[in-house]
């Protein structure tokens, strides 16, 4: 097992990002998630919950597929996208969909409920939660499936873990920031981040073996008095508030999670940090056996963004349209 460890005192110089270009694109009301191909641009919109289809060359709609239902090509949920080779794979809570790049649909078949699937070469990578009653926690679970979506092995397990103190008769601490728990696919390749082991990335190959595992000594980003104050006063809003402050006590660790989110492409991976300067976070540009070969300040649009070609793409609310926002990555 090879492990790459990146010692705290490398470091490089800041890049900054070219100026940005943006284009509205027509028809979006509500846009849950952004794709990028080569050559085309694919929005999910959850307005209808269909799949909106653009021409990443002019940027004009050229097609769309699905719609809410239970029917042939219909979602029950918010699908995940996988674009492959020579076909579009989708997931829902409960059926996995087979699409041409043209958005025909090719089949679809029953998965277990609740768990997202996502190809890795032959294979398929399985997300879940599982509550295990006789322990009353939850778990990250992640394993792999043939392609009959029949289990295959476990590959990782986390528990889902907020609770600091563990006692039915004491008032709990209530840890108010999570830890951050990723999994991403490119190629043959699947990438778990968890940042209960600090700044970690493990990789494994298409048969669930570990290849090798991605540490750094995490640049700490404190968690700031300003940042609690915001999160409590919003939290106060809440119905729950009056019932859950006599349970809990609210707890924030020192330091943010060494890593926000991460997205793996065939030869980067792009890792936000908490770091921030003037509303933007910083992103560590990584190739696949984890050396930094950049950093940089960008806007975080969660699943509004996407990287492909050395470029970065956003999807910003402009009051009643939606623009795209290009920035070139600088070598």
């Known amino acids: 097992m090879l492990k790459t460890v990146l010692p705290a005192g490398i470091w490089l110089c800041l ?3 070219a100026p940005a270009q943006s284009r509205i694109l027509p028809g979006l009301l509500k846009p849950y998630s952004l794709t990028v191909t080569e050559n085309r641009l694919i929005v999910f919109e959850a307005s209808d919950y269909s799949f909106r289809i653009f021409s990443l060359a002019d940027l004009q709609p050229i097609g769309r597929f699905g719609r809410r239902g239970e029917g042939p090509g219909e979602f029950t949920g918010m699908p995940e996208l996988t674009v492959l080779t020579d076909r579009l794979f989708v997931c829902g809570p409960r059926n996995a969909f087979w ?3 043209e958005g025909e649909l090719i089949r679809q078949q029953k998965t277990p409920p609740f768990v997202y699937f996502t190809p890795l070469a032959d294979h398929y990578v399985g997300e879940s939660i599982s509550y295990r009653e006789e322990e009353r926690y939850s778990y990250y679970q992640v394993d792999l499936y043939d392609d009959s979506f029949t289990k295959v092995r ?3 397990g986390q528990k889902k873990r907020k609770m600091i103190t563990e006692s ?10 999570d830890p951050f728990f990723g999994v991403r696919v490119s190629g043959d390749r699947l990438y778990i981040a968890d940042t209960r082991k600090g700044f970690h990335i493990a990789v494994f190959d298409q048969q ?3 290849h090798h595992e991605i540490r750094r000594e995490p640049a700490g980003v404190p968690v700031t008095r300003e940042y609690k104050k915001r999160v409590m006063e919003r939290y106060k809003t809440s119905k ?11 707890i924030f660790p020192e330091f943010f999670p060494p890593i926000k989110s991460f997205t793996a492409t065939a030869y980067h991976l792009y890792v936000w940090t908490h770091a921030q300067q003037e509303n933007r976070y910083r992103l560590l540009v990584l190739d696949l056996d984890g050396k930094i070969s950049k950093a940089l300040y960008l806007p975080y649009h969660n699943s509004l963004q996407a990287f492909a070609g050395q470029r ?3 999807l910003r609310d402009s009051v009643e349209t939606w623009e795209l926002v290009i920035r070139t990555l600088n070598d």
């Open 15 to 17: 890049v900054l990002p």
């Open 208 to 210: 669930g073996n570990l």
């Open 154 to 156: 476990n590959i990782y």
């Open 240 to 250: 729950l508030w009056l019932e859950n402050k006599r349970n809990f006590n609210y």
């Open 168 to 177: 039915p008769h004491t008032k709990q601490d209530l840890l108010m920031i």
């Open 312 to 314: 970065f793409y956003h």
């Open 99 to 101: 699409f041409t790049p």
